[in-house]
């Protein structure tokens, strides 16, 4: 049964440039991590669009095999790097993970 795991992101600069230019380098840093983690079957992210200081600023959804393809990710060199890059930027950060059928 797949795991999906999704994860928004709260940036934390004041400046609106900041914040893009920090979004911006989160979504590439995920989206990089694609042909690298052997275990993402898919992962998608984004910058908010349409509702920008309203809604959360970054979000990412990726899908495992089952529960060890999500840890196998999580301790990954390289999705290790892109998280502390991701944790100097941000101000708040909430996951679900959940089967899907």
Known sequence: MTIRHVVT????????ADRAAH???????????VGV???????????????????????????????EGL???????AHKEAGAFIRSVVADRVAVDFHVD
């Open 9 to 16: 992101w709260r940036l934390a600069a004041a400046d609106e």
């Open 23 to 33: 979004a911006d380098e989160i979504v590439r840093r995920l989206t990089n991590l």
């Open 71 to 77: 840890e196998a990710y999580q301790v990954h060199p």
């Open 37 to 67: 983690v052997p275990s993402i079957l898919s992962l998608t992210a984004g910058a908010e669009s349409l509702y920008v200081g309203t809604n959360w600023d970054v979000v990412l959804i990726a899908d495992f095999a089952d529960q």
